[in-house]
Every structure is written in structure tokens, then in C-alpha cells.
């Protein structure tokens, strides 16, 4: 199956973004496309959530959305049903880690421990979110991760930071880094879709070292 990794290689950063009305997510897509960040995770978080995922995958072709904050099968579900190209979890279990594969699509499920990398890696799952990043230890533990376990690939996830975001990509087992830096609050209750794209276009010029993809 293709990696989450594979779907738009040439950003570095996935925007984690919460939707609290559906109406606002295809310019919100649209400025987060024309800014260079075309892989968007819409978290399953609002009740405007799955509209949200379906307006875009239905009125922006560019972009490749998926669904984060994935916690259940009938999430799964729902999500692949409104059209999500990959899903994203923040943590898994047999039951979920299950319906995530027979999906069809890409996904990365949430990990926060060596055992937990470890297991997936029994299971045949190389691509993985690492959450919450930063409270869970970090660039530090990441690099501390890529000799003993170099085949495991992350998606840092949960505080990492426009300052942070560049430490995450220069590692060898990072592949892209999500992030809610280039979505501030106020931006998004304005509808400032021209300073949304200004940010997206700042964090898409957070590039990887090539020997880091």
C-alpha cells in the first residue's frame, strides 16, 4: 500500500486542521493548496467534520485530504465514506489498527513508545504518527529511535512549532512533521485566507534534507 509519505512528498508539513463550520473548508483548503501544502488532515473533532472533509475532496481536486483524530472503525468508516485519502489516529489498537488497513487508503497510526513503534513493525507498519511530540520526548527521542529502529518512518505530530518544525525534518526518520502554526485562530475566525496562505507558503519552504526523505 502507498505510505501517507508517498501522497505529496514534496511537502513537509501536513496542517492539522479543526473545521467548526463546514462552510469555510474549501477556501481554507484552497489557501492552504496555493500556499504549497496540499496534504491536509481534517480532525474528526467538530460535528462539522465530515462535511467539512467531504466539501473538500469534492471542490479541491489539488488537495489530498485525509481525516485525523481517527479513534474508531465506524470512524474509519465514516471518514473513507466522505472521502478521505488517508486517515490518521493518535493512537491504535488491534480492532482500529484493522479497519485503518482494510480501508484501502494510507494511514498512520499514533505512537508515543518504543513498544508501541515495535509492535506496529511486527504487524508490517513502517509509517507512523509520533503524538503528542513534543511531550513525549521530542527530537531527542526520535533521533535516540532511528539506529535501533531505522525502518519505522514518523509524522511528529502535537506541538511542534514553525521554530521546532526544521530540528523534526532533519532527522533521517522523519518524513513530514503536522503542525497548526500556519492556522492561528484569529486568521481562521476573520476568514483571512490571504494570511493562511502566506503562512502555508512559509512552512512549505521548511524542506527536508534529501538524505532525510
Do not use: H
Amino acid at each position: 500500500m502507498t505510505s501517507v509519505f508517498d501522497l505529496a512528498p514534496e511537502a513537509p508539513v501536513v496542517p492539522v486542521v479543526v473545521i467548526e463550520d463546514a462552510a469555510d473548508a474549501v477556501p481554507l483548503a484552497r489557501a492552504l493548496v496555493a500556499g504549497g501544502l496540499p496534504l491536509i488532515e481534517v480532525t474528526l473533532r467538530t460535528p462539522a467534520a465530515l462535511d467539512a472533509l467531504r466539501a473538500i475532496a469534492d471542490g479541491v481536486p489539488e488537495a489530498v485530504v485525509g481525516a485525523g483524530t481517527v479513534v474508531s472503525a465506524a470512524g474509519v468508516a465514516d471518514a473513507v465514506g466522505a472521502g478521505a485519502r488517508f486517515l490518521v489516529s493518535p493512537g491504535w489498537t488491534g480492532r482500529l489498527l484493522g479497519a485503518m488497513r482494510e480501508s484501502g487508503v494510507p494511514f498512520l497510526p499514533g505512537v508515543s513508545t518504543v513498544s508501541e513503534v515495535v509492535a506496529l513493525l511486527e504487524r508490517g507498519v513502517d509509517a507512523m504518527k509520533f503524538f503528542p511530540a513534543e511531550a513525549a520526548g521530542g527530537v531527542p527521542y526520535l533521533k535516540s529511535l532511528a539506529g535501533p529502529l531505522p525502518q519505522a518512518r514518523f509524522c511528529p505530530t502535537g506541538g511542534v512549532s514553525a521554530a521546532s518544525a526544521p530540528a523534526y525534518l532533519a532527522l533521517p526518520n522523519v518524513g513530514c512533521v503536522g503542525g497548526t502554526w500556519m492556522l492561528p485562530p484569529d486568521a481562521l475566525a476573520a476568514r483571512d485566507w490571504a494570511r493562511v496562505e502566506s503562512l502555508a507558503r512559509g512552512a512549505a519552504a521548511l524542506r527536508a534534507p534529501v538524505s532525510g526523505r
